[in-house]
């Protein structure tokens, strides 16, 4: 070997330093997560820390929070559960709602819509131009004596048949509003899927409904699970669609929180109402997770 080579035959080359990036990739990375953090700490966690303490209050003289610590407001806010039961029910059923009409929609967008794809995302996008509020009147007209209510009336007699004030018109307005959250999950697991997987099943003699329930199932899952989350939560703490298009008589959770915080001025009772919706939101997604996680095991399970 002559002088000055850089280095000798059969010597491993010297390691490279870990430490040389890591602190400036950590930094970076600290720097991109510090606003999200940021946000989550003082716009979640930090209000459902001041609702769980008010919880544990005392409701002042004049109304308002006192301070104190007792567990009395959660024995009152389960006292009557007939809100959470109204909410509960409400959610689970426009959910599934929501799921019925919103994967054949993705479905088809995602396989069949071809170069008009484009235009019916458009129009799904559209409403949400529209203010939320200006959306749930208009479905006042529609449903009302000078629209749907008013032909079913003429055309059976029935002088007393309404839609508005039922829990079919609440009903119908979550679907109407919360649709979207549900469909471009689902489109969005769909548009990526082979669409080899299913022509292979075909030639492998499978019917329609088992390519389905074996192929394109478990491909739009995940879009499932997040669009049916995405949906249900803020179902169960509306208060405006049962207001407006219930007339005030399907009395949600979000009615009852209204009530206690700004007709009543109990804000311990509230909080305790608010604390026992997120707890009944939480086992209710959780089971949920549960039971999809478990039905994707078993269905691996039977594939193998």
Known sequence: MTAGAPAVEGRPPAPARAG?????????????????GLWYLFLLILPIGIVMLFSLGNRGETGGYAGGFTFANYEGAFRNPSPFVTSLYLSIAGTVACLLVGLPLAYFIATRAGKRKTLFIILLVVPFWTSFLIRTYSWLILLGRDGLAGWFVDVTGNESFRILGTDAAVLLGLVYGYLPLMVF????????????????SKDLGAGRWATFRQITLPIALPGLITGSILVFIPMMGEYVIP??????????IGNALVLRFLEFRDWPAGSAQAVGLIFVMFVTISFYLWFT?????????SVL
Do not use: C, H, K, W
Request: glycine share 8%; net charge positive; proline share 6%.
């Open 243 to 252: 207001q407006i298009l219930g007339y005030g008589q399907t009395f949600t």
């Open 185 to 200: 999950p689902l489109y969005v697991t769909l548009e990526r899927m082979d669409r080899t997987l299913l022509d292979a």
């Open 20 to 36: 040389v990036r890591e602190g400036p990739s950590r930094l970076a990375t600290t720097l991109l997560v510090l606003p999200a």
């Open 293 to 301: 996680n478990r039905g994707r095991q078993v269905r691996e399970q």
